[in-house]
Each structure stands twice: as C-alpha cells, then as structure tokens.
C-alpha cells in the first residue's frame, strides 16, 4: 500500500473487487491508497441482495465509513444484465448517499489494473471471459457462467476430471490415480460419492480442485495434459474473438488465479496466441482492485471533484 500523508486521510475515492469468494476494497485519494480490506463475497448474483449487503457494510467499515466519499467504482461478475447493475448500483447508493457510483463487469478492472486503456482482457479462475476496449469500441467473449459455458475455467477443468473418473468406473478400468487424489483431497470415498458432491458444492469448490489436474499433467499424465490442451484452446479462442470484433492485436492481459498461477496453462496458451499474430501477452501483477482505484480516479479528475 501507498504511503499516507495526513492530506490522504478520508480519501474521495472507494473501489471493490467483487469475486465469488471475496471482495476487496480500498479506499484512496487522487494520489495514494488509504486504507483496504478483504471481506466475503457481495456478488449480488451468487450471494443476494441481503448477502451482498452486509459485505459491503463490513467492508465500508473497515476502511472507516463512507463519509467523505465523492466517487466509488464496483468491478464485479455477474452483473451483464442491465437489472444485475442496477442492484449492485442501488446497493452502493444507498451507502454512499453523495457519491458517483459506477459499475462494472470485473473483467474492465483488468486493463486498468495493467495501467492500460486499450487491450484484451482474460480472466480465467473459477469462471472465464475475455473482454477489451479499442477507444471507444468494447467487445467480450465468453463468460456465460458454469452451466451455459466457461470453458477453460477452473471449474470446466476440475469437471473434465471428474468425467474421466466416471467414464473409468463406466467401462470397469482401474481407478487412476488423478481421481484417487480427488477422492482424498473431497473426503469422498468412492468414485460414484462424485455424483452427489458435483450437484451439491459450489462451482467455486470444484474449481479450487483443478490444481490436481495441472500437478498431473506436470507429471506427464497424457489425459491431463490433454485437459490442459483444451483449456488453452479455450482460452485462446476467447482472446481471438474478441481481437477480431475490435481488430486488435493486444496487449493481453492474463487476470484470475488459474491462468496466472499454472505455468504449463500460460505457456500453451502463449504458443495459440503467437499463432494468431498475438504476441503481446502478459500475467497481472498488481490486484485487479487497482483497476477500479485508477478507473474512480479519472472519474475524480473529469468531475473536478
């Protein structure tokens, strides 16, 4: 965090990170950082308004409250639809009764976050997009939730393992050893206990299992390996789109503890997007929450405020 001057306390500016497991705040001036937090999740979508809610209120205060406050910027999943931004917005209206209040899909912290105003975007975690800005023009791919899509995600990656578990028990082969460290690392105790547990837990649980997937295919596990292929095609695929709707070729700017953490995953991904023409391509080393700070502080500086 910035260094603080006595100028800097009660800041004009709050940003969040809204994930699906946690949300992260700061509070910060024109020119540095005052104050952040980590709270659970108010992602409006996964949590409810009440949830959500109370996030922000434990959030609001441990960064002192919101007096003081003259813009404050959400970055958050699952809010594509114009109503999902409207209750997220209303939220933070009612907490920040003389605030600007802008809100954002997650994935526009990224670039920022970078220090970038144009490039792609891709987020691959529990879920995955890509997103990008070109001036003007914005353009996304992907994104549509665990059910409809997110290929390439942790959560697609964990159920691609689970499937060759269950495809094994199918044909009478001999439980492998990936599905016997996913047995152990769940606490289950057979590969049929899968069956439950997948429509039971959360996306975000199967997602935080994929790490076996990658661990084994470093290994040299040929399925595995190939589950990581995928995901790269995926991915890629996701980055491709969205270059060709804003015809750019980058910067890409990789986001989400997936892509960023899992080496072998970056590095197959690096080799399709060279083969597209897209070179330009780079892990975030700074919290997407940096994005909306930098985002609240051009609203600061237009307003005058």
Request: aromatic share 4%; hydrophobic share 45%; net charge negative.
């Amino acid at each position: 965090m910035d260094d603080v001057t006595e100028s800097d306390v009660g800041g004009p500016i709050v940003a969040f990170d809204i994930g699906g497991s946690k949300t992260h705040a700061m509070r910060a001036s024109a020119s540095s950082v005052v104050s952040e937090v980590i709270v659970g999740s108010a992602n409006i979508s996964s949590m409810g308004d009440g949830e959500a809610g109370k996030q922000l209120d434990q959030a609001i205060a441990g960064m002192g409250g919101a007096d003081g406050v003259d813009v404050v910027v959400a970055g958050s999943a699952g809010i594509d639809a114009p109503s999902a931004a409207a209750r997220l917005e209303r939220l933070l209206a009612e907490r920040f009764t003389t605030a600007q209040i802008r809100v954002v899909n997650d994935t526009q912290l990224i670039l920022g976050a970078a220090g970038l105003d144009d490039g792609i975007a891709l987020i691959s975690g529990t879920g995955a997009v890509a997103w990008g800005r070109s001036g003007e023009a914005t353009g996304r791919a992907g994104g549509w939730g665990h059910l409809l899509g997110d290929e390439g995600s942790g959560y697609w990656v964990a159920r691609e393992a689970i499937r060759l578990a269950l495809a094994d028990h199918d044909a009478g082969r001999p439980q492998s050893e990936l599905a016997g460290l996913l047995l152990a690392e769940c606490d289950l105790g057979a590969v049929v206990d899968f069956l439950d547990a997948f429509y039971t837990w959360t996306p975000r649980y199967w997602a935080q299992r994929a790490h076996l997937v990658f661990e084994q295919a470093a290994a040299g596990e040929p399925r595995c390996t190939d589950i990581v292929d995928r995901s790269a095609d995926a991915l890629a695929g996701l980055v491709i789109r969205v270059a060709q709707i804003l015809d750019i070729d980058g910067p890409v700017v990789c986001g989400g503890g997936q892509v960023v953490h899992q080496d072998m995953l970056q590095s197959r991904l690096r080799e399709r997007l060279a083969a597209a023409g897209i070179s330009d391509v780079r892990a975030l080393g700074a919290e997407p929450v940096q994005g909306a700070v930098r985002l609240g502080r051009a609203i600061l500086g237009r307003s005058g405020a």
